[in-house]
């Protein structure tokens, strides 16, 4: 089961709710740092040796002796990276592709050629011998988030764990979607402000253009009646749980702690809630 | 000669867009005559990202042999520089007085983008 914890506000707190749900189930869970362009899940979760891959992605590199400036290049790419100059010929703007190598395929006269770039790296460490931290970095510069997120997502397990969670970025762009699109359950995290609810709202769109099922974690919150819980209520969005706001919780992470440690008892509930969500996934007990 | 204006008109009583990548239109003014050709840039001026490019290539494919415009960023910048087209800087007036302009060389040409880039 593959659960991805967004928001359509930055911080929320995914980081704060997908750390604490991944220690509360380090004997079946994963954690998959897919905010690459500004991971922090690591600054929570520190320790183990760290094992790094890089991330390459194909740009075109034209060879002028083959081009004849015929454009089908240009009018395919729909990232505009390739532009022709008039008698100049063809020129490659490789910070503007996305990999995709259609300009490659489309070209009659064979002038295009794949180029490796580095896009990011993907760090996979092991944190007290039982819970796996993958992090996807992107390379300043690079516009190409969704290639680091899906290198990270597919990176091969080091132990063997039945969840994976995703920690997604903010927003509702290309890199949100590119990582909720692999999920089998979207948990959005949002805080009981009218910009928490305009953007959790914003990101419950998205995640119905999609069809993916989710649900709604309330961070920082005052208890049944703050404002995130009569918004669920009327729209009939299924609440998962309430973190609520605590100063010795704000004090704990300022110090780089969890979110079980600010509050040991959180630890038997982030289990209940996995197999809840397990559950309504797959219809079974996580085994 | 050819000159390419960003135009927020029709014709040389429209006066010239602030923009470049994502002007809406272009005339390609033939400098001697005063007679000019539409050139639509809507497909373009709404692209996510890499307008100032598309919109480079369009005008040089136009037959424009000179830019004028308020800005210009640093991509379209490389691509009028590969394809040898100067651009010559004005502030957004009328067409009709800044083709008098250029003809009574009036308009300083820029040596470098403007603009920061805008990728991503």
Redesign the interface.
């Known amino acids: 089961m593959k659960i991805a914890v967004a928001s359509g506000k930055g911080g929320t707190g995914k980081t704060t709710f997908s750390v604490a749900l991944a220690l509360a189930n380090r004997d079946r869970a994963r954690l998959v740092d897919c905010d690459v362009e500004e991971p922090n899940a690591h600054l929570f979760l520190r320790g183990g040796e760290s094992t790094t891959t890089q991330v390459w992605a194909s740009v075109p590199e034209v060879d002028a002796s083959l081009c004849d400036s015929c454009?089908k290049c240009?009018s395919f790419c729909?990232?505009?990276?390739l532009?022709?100059?008039?008698?100049?010929?063809l020129?490659v703007?490789p910070?503007?592709c996305h990999d995709c190598g259609g300009c490659i395929l489309v070209c009659p006269n064979k002038a295009l050629s794949e180029r490796k770039v580095l896009r990011g790296t993907i760090e996979s460490r092991v944190i007290d011998g039982t819970l796996e931290l993958v992090t996807g970095r992107l390379e300043v510069g690079s516009?190409s988030a969704p290639t680091v997120i899906r290198a990270a997502i597919e990176n091969p397990s080091a132990l063997q764990r039945r969840v994976t969670i995703f920690d997604a970025p903010p927003g509702t762009a290309c890199s949100f979607a590119s990582c909720v699109h692999q999920a089998d359950h979207c948990v959005l995290v949002t805080d009981p402000t009218p910009f928490g609810l305009h953007d959790l709202d914003l990101a419950i769109e998205a995640i119905q253009g999609m069809a993916k099922p989710f649900s709604v974690v309330i961070n920082r919150s005052n208890g049944d009646d703050d404002l995130a819980s009569r918004h669920c209520r009327r729209r009939g969005i299924p609440v998962l749980m309430r973190i609520p706001e605590r100063r010795e919780i704000a004090e704990c992470y300022s110090k780089g702690g969890s979110l079980l440690d600010a509050d040991p008892s959180m630890g038997e509930r982030l289990r209940a809630l996995l197999d809840d969500l397990h559950f309504h996934v797959s219809g079974g007990p996580i085994l | 000669m050819k000159i390419a204006f960003p135009a927020t008109g029709s014709d040389l009583s429209s006066f010239l867009d602030g923009r470049f990548g994502r002007a809406t239109r272009f005339l390609i003014v033939d400098s001697d005559t005063g007679s000019f050709d539409i050139l639509e840039n809507n497909g373009?001026a709404e692209?996510?990202?890499?307008?100032g490019?598309?919109s480079?290539?369009a005008v040089?494919?136009a037959g424009a042999q000179v830019l004028v415009s308020s800005h210009c960023g640093p991509?379209a910048f490389?691509?009028?520089q590969?394809?040898?087209?100067p651009i010559l800087q004005a502030q957004p007036e009328l067409l009709s007085d800044l083709l008098d302009k250029f003809r009574n060389g009036g308009l300083a040409e820029m040596n470098g983008p403007d603009k920061a880039g805008h990728?991503?």
């Open positions: 454009g240009t729909r990232y505009n990276a532009a022709v100059a008039g008698t100049a010929g020129l703007f910070e503007l516009p | 373009n692209a996510s990202q890499g307008a490019i598309q480079a290539q040089i494919a991509k490389k691509v009028f590969a394809a040898g087209i990728a991503g």
